[in-house]
C-alpha cells in the first residue's frame, strides 16, 4: 500500500492541472481562430476563382428573362382578377 501524498503536493497537483485546463483552453481558442481564418481565406479564393463560371453561367441564363420585358415595379404587373362562388351541395 502507497503512502498517501503529502497535502502540499495534493495542492500542487491541483494547481498545474488547472493550469493545464487553462492552457489548453486556450490553444484551442487560437487553432479555433486560425482554422477560421484559413476556412474564410479558402471560401475567398474558392469566390474569387469561380466568379467568370458564376458570369457565364448568369449570362447565359439573363437573356431568356430579358425578352419578355418583365415590368421592374410591383405596381406595373398585370392583376389577376376573378371572382368566386360557393356552391353549397347539401339539400335545402
Known sequence: MQPKPHLLLR?????????LLLLAFAFSLVILAVLSVLASAALGYFWWKTRALRR?????????????????DATERPAIEGESKRVDERES
Open 11 to 19: 495542492i500542487l497537483g491541483v494547481l498545474i492541472g488547472g493550469a
Open 56 to 72: 457565364a453561367h448568369s449570362e447565359r441564363t439573363m437573356p431568356a428573362a430579358e425578352d419578355e420585358e418583365a415590368p421592374q
